[in-house]
């Protein structure tokens, strides 16, 4: 099954399965994003409410595949409690991670040192990067989250 | 020739690839046919034996290359049952076709308030240049509705006509396989003094093509979809109509003369083909063309009227609710174009686990976003099927639907 499992991880599956922290969140005091893919027409939308410079809660609606749901779905879990700015830190992470040409990551992926260390259960998606038409899916919804914090900066 | 599809599949060179040692089961002929030997073979001994430009030199070879664009020509001509290949026009493609009507003839033709009445199934290639026309001159697109089993409604027809200058469908749908009455709407524009237009993309590839009987003004295709190479389309317009509509694009070829005051163009069809042509595309048209007649039009069609039946019965058997397929049930009112929602499982998802089995088809809006918010989703999964398709590839199919609903299931 060419490389299936590697883009469908169980966790992943777990997590389109039983998406987690779904719905919207009342604004304000929460901010909303709405992102959209335009090649699948995939719309999510991303709600965050931040207090004293930390996100307290977090909530993730639309449709998508499952990837992006899945995707969507892990963010709210790693980034719900932390800082904007350990928030962003991971962001730039899974970017990066999700940027890693397919040759690299079959050489050095469980390296500590990798841009993919400390993503915890998120480096399940790094097998997304063999699909490239994929990689959209599953940055839809940290796109989203990153116009919220545009949002929030221009309030 | 008789129709053998075994036989037939062997033409076809890409068809005998192999994925993870399976057969590759190509059902996306929608998107862009395969190709048979014949037409690469005679591009490849076109490059080798004839390339020059045309239309230009004295020499023996220009005028070689030059006689194999023009028979191709008469080949497409006699194709459709034109019967003046003066009226096959080159483009790039059916898109390009579109646009040269909309830009040639309808910013020559229409003005503020005049309607263009498409469909609500069409392909954004025959939307947006008539969206265009409205930014740029004002026009009104109008849109003839679809009954629930994506049949064209054409209950309220005399007041979709009022104030109509030109009706532009589909001769066949991309996503839906319906097939429309293009007859009777043609008719219809005629009777209140309006053109009519087919983007035949989805009819010319799968069906005998008759214009007197289409009784249509411009007829546009593409060659990808009906065994020829990319870069090549065709548009077809009444003499009378092209000789009257200003030129397209403009540079070489398309001249008679110029000086530094102005120029004159040159007659049909050569007005609008500016620039060099791309002369081994047409070549392969005309070898296209020359390997579906070898196959008999009307044998294609019968080849895929009895297979649709088959998918959608094979298909409604196998999976009923878990499976809906959009458009037409009866097999004389669609092609074999089958746009599917499976379970809950995304379009994306779908397509994915089937190419893991080896069967390619397309998931996503198909170009016709329009329709699918009628149709109240994002994306379908399409697959299509073409002469060189048979039982077994349907039979593929849907077990590796049966895979995905496996794959997903909690
Ligand atoms: C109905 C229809 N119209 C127009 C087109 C555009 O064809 P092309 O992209 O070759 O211009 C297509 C194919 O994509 C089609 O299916």
Known sequence: MSGLEDLYREIILDHYRNPRNQGELETPPAVMAEGFNPLCGDEVTVHIHVEDGVIVDMKFGGHGCSISLASASMMTTVTTGKSLSEAKDIIYSFKQMMSIHEGRLEEGS???????????????????????VRIKCATLGWNTLEQCFEELASQ | MSFNVSVLKKDFPLLSREENGEPLIYLDSAATSQKPQKVLDVIDSYYREINANVHRGAYRLAEQATTAMEEAREKVSSFIKSDRSEEIIFTKNATESMNLVARSWGESNLNEGDVVLVSSLEHHANIVPWHQLAESRGIEVRWIPLTESGLFDLTDLDRLLDGVKLVAVSGASNVLGTVPPVRMLADAAHNVGALCLVDASQYVPHRPTDLAELGCDFLAFTGHKMCGPTGIGVLWGRSELLESMPAFLGGGEMILDVTKEGFTTNTIPWKFEAGTPPIAEIVGLGAAVDYLESVGMENVLDHEKTLTSYALQTLSDRFGNDLIIHGPNDVSVRGGVLSMCYQDVHPHDVSQIL?????????????????????????????????YNDESDVDALADALEATGQFFSP
Do not use: I, W
């Open chain 1, 110 to 132: 469980e390296e500590t040192d990798s841009p993919m260390a400390g993503l915890g259960d998120l480096q399940a998606l790094q097998g997304v990067v063999k699909f490239p």
């Open chain 2, 355 to 387: 190419d893991s089995h080896g069967v390619c088809v397309r998931a996503g809006h198909h170009c016709a976003k329009p329709l699918m918010k009628l149709l109240d989703v994002n994306a379908t999964v399409r697959a299509s099927l073409y002469l």
